[in-house]
């Protein structure tokens, strides 16, 4: 198991080759953060556009109730 495992990962004696790896990893990591920051604001937009429906279909309520009752 252990020979397995001392196979499977790579430890390179020269540390530069960590520094691609670190490239990608800050991009992937910007990408997501950025990825995140616009669900949140399509998430933003979508629940106002939602709250607007609800007090219209709430005022449209109110009036037929009064119309109904004059």
Request: some cysteine.
């Amino acid at each position: 198991m252990n020979d397995w495992i001392l196979n499977f990962l790579y430890f390179p004696e020269d540390k530069s080759a960590y520094i691609p790896a670190a490239f990608q990893f800050l991009i992937f990591a910007i990408l997501c953060v950025l990825a995140f920051r616009w669900i949140i604001k399509l998430s933003k937009k979508q629940e106002q556009k939602t709250k607007d429906l609800e007090e219209r279909i709430l005022r449209e309520r109110q009036t037929d109730k009064q119309k109904d009752q004059n």
